[in-house]
């Protein structure tokens, strides 16, 4: 199997005054294979010994599908590698230096209300900023995507589209392309500063009554129980777009979006690589209840030379939002790729409420906006540490990252979709209420499938949408969603 290339490659030092670029990407190639050689010579004379030492850790269900083993560490010589979540800059990569205007530099640091009235030429009175007929400047209200009405999903997708036709996307998804940070301490924090920023972008993009709506998240854990969950209703026209047989995006809102590389259509391969899985209740659970702040903060790849004895949980925050990303694969694979896809913003707002509601459960306010991982040049590189400037989110360092301003000013999660016995009812047409045959299991909201997807498991529930979960004629025990009137 190919190792994932999410986290994949490269290099973190970018300077755009460089003029020997194609020099160095000459370097880069010959040392990376020189580098995939010894690697290789290191992973051989080390697999026998690393797998009798982790043969007893062993995650299945509930908390994966497949059973998952702890990740190894990352040796020295791979700190400027793929394996340690650097970006990797494909070599015939048409470099478009990433920018952000004089406008933007000057509002969207801002971590209150007041700060960003002027961005969205509001006037501050009596302690609030009205904008445009008189409405007022709230909290960002983040909720699941599919409990949006179709109306305003409808408008976002039209701001998006009219973003991306402007270049403005574009021009956003280059910042994270060139600079995102992952493997350690910083990689939640950059992420939250860079949506927070991409928020007030779309917020600024919308009409004045939709002012106030937040980047919607994506709960993949409403999926992850559908016997095959790309099938779900969220990959369908109506949502996200389904894909054809090359995982091209072939309809839906997005299916025109040309990639900031140049292909003309966004690319989801499902299903090509193992590692790939949604999020689920179980993992969610764990995590915002979890004591230890290394499976949230910690170093999801730390060099050999960390000390923390702690083997790598495959459950932890990163790795786990890692899953979602192998699982789209294609562009969402790749980290310099995955800002090209509406998934990556929908995912990771969703990783922010995982992360928000860690830091209600588990830390006061003043904890909060304390509480770092010590900066250790042993498990990660400085880039990671608490007094570090985030890369092209100037003048934030990633302690800074940490404020309540976040969640006090700038944005609000509306409560994940539930159901219970008395109200079966999950508050979208694309979800439905799953209330287990045995009277001991509550009952959980789980999205719909789509048109033709398998349904099988589910034949008594109310699972397909505007369709029936009905025997498939050419497979004796599987079921699909077919039309009502064909089999009526
Ligand atoms: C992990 O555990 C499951 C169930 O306990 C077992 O079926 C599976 O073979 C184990 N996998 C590995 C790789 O040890
Ligand atoms: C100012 O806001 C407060 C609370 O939001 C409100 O009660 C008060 O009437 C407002 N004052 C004016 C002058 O609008
Ligand atoms: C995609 O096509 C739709 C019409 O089908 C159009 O409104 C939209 O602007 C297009 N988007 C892009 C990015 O070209
Ligand atoms: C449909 O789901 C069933 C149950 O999980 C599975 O055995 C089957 O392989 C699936 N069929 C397809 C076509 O994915």
């Known amino acids: 199997m190919t190792a994932p290339k999410y986290n994949s490659a490269a290099k973190y030092n970018y300077n755009p005054a460089n003029c020997y670029k194609d020099r160095i990407r000459l370097c880069i190639f010959i040392v990376s294979v020189l580098c995939s050689f010894y690697i290789l010579y290191l992973y051989t004379s080390s697999e026998m010994?690393?797998?009798?030492?982790?043969?007893?850790?062993?995650?299945?269900?509930?908390w994966f599908r497949i059973p998952r083993k702890d990740d190894d560490k990352i040796q020295l010589d791979q700190i400027e590698e793929s394996s340690f979540g650097v970006h990797f800059v494909p070599p015939n990569d048409v470099f478009i230096p990433p920018d952000w205007s004089e406008e933007e530099m000057k509002y969207l640091p801002c971590l209150s209300?007041?700060?960003?009235?002027?961005?969205?030429?509001?006037?501050?009175?009596?302690?609030?900023?009205?904008?445009?007929?008189?409405?007022?400047?709230?909290?960002?209200?983040?909720?699941?995507?599919?409990?949006?009405s179709d109306e305003k999903r409808k408008r976002w997708e039209k701001m998006l589209n009219e973003l991306k036709t402007s270049g403005v996307f574009s021009r956003l998804a280059r910042n994270h392309k060139y600079s995102g940070v992952h493997a350690g301490p910083a990689f939640l924090?950059?992420?939250?500063?860079?949506?927070?920023?991409?928020?007030?972008?779309?917020?600024?993009?919308?009409?004045?009554?939709?002012?106030?709506?937040?980047?919607?998240?994506?709960d993949s854990s409403l999926d992850w129980p559908l016997p095959t969950p790309k099938h779900s209703i969220f990959f369908s026209k109506f949502l996200v777009g389904e894909v054809d047989e090359d995982g091209l995006v072939k309809n839906g809102p997005y299916h025109n979006w040309t990639t900031i590389e140049g292909r003309p259509q966004i690319l989801r391969q499902f299903d090509k690589v193992e590692e790939g899985e949604l999020l689920n209740d179980a993992r969610i659970k764990w995590l915002i209840t979890n004591p230890d702040i290394d499976m949230i903060f910690g170093a999801s790849r730390p060099l050999v030379t960390c000390s923390n004895k702690k083997h790598l949980d495959p459950r932890m925050f990163e790795l786990s939002h890692n899953y979602v990303h192998f699982f789209i694969n294609g562009d969402m694979a790749s980290s310099h790729g995955a800002s090209n896809d509406i998934l990556f913003y929908l995912h990771h707002s969703m990783m922010d409420w995982v992360l928000e509601f860690w830091r209600r459960n588990m830390q006061t306010r003043q904890q909060r906006e304390s509480i770092y991982p010590v900066s250790d040049p042993n498990c990660y590189p400085m880039w990671h540490f608490a007094e570090s400037f985030m890369p092209m989110l100037p003048p934030f360092t990633n302690r800074m990252g940490l404020s309540n301003g976040y969640t006090d000013e700038m944005y609000e999660f509306a409560p994940r979709p539930t159901c219970t016995k008395q109200k079966p009812?999950?508050?979208?047409?694309?979800?439905?209420?799953?209330?287990?045959?045995?009277?001991?299991?509550?009952?959980?909201?789980?999205?719909?499938?789509?048109?033709?997807?398998?349904?099988?498991?589910?034949?008594?529930?109310?699972?397909?949408?505007?369709?029936?979960?009905?025997?498939?004629?050419?497979?004796?025990?599987?079921?699909?969603?077919?039309?009502?009137?064909?089999?009526?």
């Open 49 to 62: 010994k690393e797998q009798n030492d982790r043969s007893s850790l062993n995650y299945t269900m509930p």
């Open 425 to 488: 009812d999950c508050g979208s047409n694309y979800l439905f209420c799953y209330v287990p045959s045995n009277q001991q299991d509550s009952p959980y909201c789980v999205s719909k499938v789509r048109l033709g997807g398998n349904c099988t498991g589910f034949e008594d529930h109310p699972v397909c949408f505007e369709a029936k979960c009905l025997r498939n004629p050419d497979a004796e025990n599987e079921f699909s969603c077919q039309e009502k009137i064909l089999n009526a």
């Open 113 to 148: 209300r007041k700060c960003v009235c002027g961005y969205f030429k509001g006037k501050w009175k009596n302690e609030s900023c009205i904008v445009r007929k008189g409405i007022k400047l709230q909290r960002a209200y983040r909720q699941e995507i599919r409990t949006l």
């Open 189 to 218: 924090l950059w992420h939250r500063e860079f949506l927070k920023r991409a928020e007030l972008i779309y917020r600024k993009h919308m009409g004045p009554e939709d002012i106030n709506m937040g980047v919607p998240y994506w």
